[in-house]
């Protein structure tokens, strides 16, 4: 995997080793410097940032103070689904089997941003925002089969202008519910204001089957939550068995698609 230092990031590289075509991420390092300078992005009155916590007081005036952040978030996620786009447009080119199936993307609400740093005990600050919160931006990559989601890791890990801040593999390693999917935590470099940054988007990478139970999950979970159901264990227990089916019949699909692809 490809990372490098420069004078606004404190990130190690991060060690790789090629094992059966894939690359496996043995360690990491997350950058401990700023990486935004905020007040250089944004003309903010003074004290604003100070007394975020009379959240309640000023949250249109966050909200609005946030939206040229937003707007490099937004510029970091158009950048990431371009070079998608341009690893889907050589596969068509080469005239072989698209390992992307559809991408969606989501940017978090300046509402949303505030809810996280509550929840996460921090200041209520815009640096804080910025520095803490890695997942603003989102882009979503759907895969016919698992190879294909360690296959788009790979290609993004060649990137070299990009740094790699975060590799979660929920694949190998499911989350106690059954959820499966490759987590990666990317900065992008976005010229914004004259100024390059570094914006870090969160990539999730997961099969169509592993997008399905993700989808159904969530659904079948708010209206436990909504019809004020206390007792999910029956509901865990099976959506964590219909999660270990579903990815025993990818497997099964994928082992007949190596058989017939050249």
């Known amino acids: 995997m490809k990372g490098k230092n420069n004078s606004e990031s404190n990130t190690s590289n991060i060690t790789n080793i090629e094992i059966n075509n894939h690359i496996e991420v043995n360690q990491y390092v997350t950058e401990q410097n700023n990486v935004f300078s905020v007040n250089e992005l944004v003309p903010m009155q003074r004290g604003v940032d100070d007394s975020m916590e009379k959240i309640a007081d000023i949250t249109d005036e966050f909200s609005q103070t946030m939206e040229p952040i937003l707007r490099m978030y937004n510029a970091a996620m158009c950048v990431t689904t371009a070079r998608l786009d341009i690893i889907k447009d050589e596969f068509k080119f080469r005239k072989q089997r698209c390992p992307i199936h559809h991408i969606d993307t989501r940017l978090k609400s300046a509402q949303s941003i505030l809810g996280k740093l509550q929840k996460k005990d921090l200041n209520l600050t815009l640096g804080c925002a910025c520095n803490n919160i890695f997942d603003i931006a989102g882009v979503r990559v759907v895969c016919p089969y698992i190879k294909d989601v360690y296959l788009i890791r790979d290609r993004i890990m060649a990137q070299d202008d990009?740094?790699?801040?975060?590799?979660?593999?929920?694949?190998?390693?499911?989350?106690?519910?059954?959820?499966?999917?490759?987590?990666?935590?990317?900065?992008?470099?976005v010229y914004f204001m004259n100024k390059k940054q570094l914006v870090p988007v969160e990539l999730q990478i997961r099969t169509l089957a592993m997008d399905l139970w993700a989808s159904l999950e969530h659904d079948i979970k708010y209206k436990t939550i909504s019809n004020g159901i206390v007792n999910t264990e029956d509901f865990s227990d099976e959506l964590l068995e219909c999660s270990r089916l579903i990815y025993q019949a990818e497997e099964k699909m994928e082992h007949m698609n190596s058989a017939l692809e050249p």
């Open 162 to 189: 990009l740094y790699i801040i975060d590799v979660k593999d929920y694949i190998e390693n499911p989350k106690p519910n059954g959820y499966r999917s490759l987590h990666m935590i990317v900065r992008v470099p």
